[in-house]
């Protein structure tokens, strides 16, 4: 019998501008809002970023955070995702603190530095909300997103190990798979656990089917496929294709405003419960089932929601 697919929403994240949609949501109830309603409608997991709610830049400040995480939890029993990759030009120390305060039962995790390229989004744009917003994109044609085996090794200690906080371990290219593969083996990470493929960011790998499949058969040779469960999330308009394939492939998959603010061609997203409804509209026509919160912690190995400090 098919396993339940586990949707993971990533609510905003630190890509995305307020001038490009009204309805990323930037303030801290805005936050908790989305979260609960697309916990509601069928996310199990839910991927948190924070934003300065007065610019709408990425704000890594374990006090914002802390003015939206309680509020989830205590309305659904979805499992809390902090993010570890922050914004883009944070120091590792700054990405990590939201998460360290708060204890969460998953943490995301970068498995390779790499060229970050968001750039090209500012040709679509002739007029901006923040100042701040062309310059954050810009930056990134001269960046390059630091994720070192040093600071690998450190958040998988101080988090992983201090905490108990268990990792979706973003996989943007082939050779990320094989940094788990390394960490695997030097006993730092233990199944089961959790990969996430990231196709369609400048940079890593493209989107582009046969990069799903290849990834997917290299996991299976490097981990064995009793030892981890696998997602997929690919940016923009490819969003929901590449979820439906990792669907139908056995796997699970994330959706979210932080990876596409559409819903259908040139039609923005109103929430991002509305893609939640829409991709589990089409897991069930699939014949295959949604996984609920428990199920998910139970496959992950995950302390549960009690053990965190929020």
């Not at 914004?87 to 969460?104: I, V």
């Not at 998953?106 to 310059?135: C, Q, R, T, V």
């Not at 089917?209 to 940016?235: Q, R, T």
Request: net charge negative.
């Amino acid at each position: 019998m098919a396993k339940s697919v586990i949707i993971t929403c990533a609510p905003t994240g630190g890509i995305h501008t307020p001038t490009m949609s009204p309805h990323l949501p930037i303030t801290p109830q805005e936050i908790w809002k989305a979260s609960i309603d697309a916990a509601e409608a069928g996310a199990s997991i839910i991927h948190l970023h924070a934003r300065d709610p007065q610019t709408g830049k990425p704000d890594p400040r374990p006090e914002t955070f802390m003015e939206f995480l309680p509020v989830i939890k205590q309305a659904t029993d979805a499992v809390v995702n902090i993010s570890t990759g922050g914004g883009l030009g944070m120091t590792m120390d700054e990405r990590l603190k939201a998460a360290t305060t708060a204890s969460p039962e998953m943490a995301s995790l970068n498995m390779g530095s790499m060229n970050f390229g968001i750039f090209p989004m500012l040709e679509k744009y002739s007029e901006w909300k923040h100042d701040w917003e062309p310059e954050f994109l810009e930056m990134t044609k001269d960046f390059i997103f630091p994720n070192t085996f040093k600071t690998i090794e450190y958040a998988l200690k101080t988090l992983g190990e201090g905490h108990g906080t268990r990792f979706e371990f973003e996989c943007y290219d082939l050779g990320h798979l094989y940094n788990v593969k390394w960490f695997v083996d030097k006993g730092l990470i233990k199944p089961p656990f959790f990969i996430q493929m990231v196709f369609g960011i400048l940079g890593g790998a493209g989107a582009d089917l046969d990069n799903l499949m290849h990834m997917h058969n290299i996991a299976n040779k490097l981990f064995g496929e009793e030892n981890y469960e696998w997602s997929v999330l690919a940016a923009g308009r490819n969003q929901m294709p590449f979820a439906t394939q990792s669907a139908m492939l056995g796997g699970n998959l994330r959706v979210g405003l932080e990876d596409s603010l559409y819903i259908g061609p040139k039609q923005l997203a109103t929430s991002n419960a509305e893609q939640v409804l829409k991709i589990r509209s089409i897991i069930e026509n699939l014949g295959l089932q949604v996984a609920t919160p428990a199920e998910a912690r139970a496959r992950l190995d995950l302390k549960g929601n009690d053990q965190v400090k929020f």
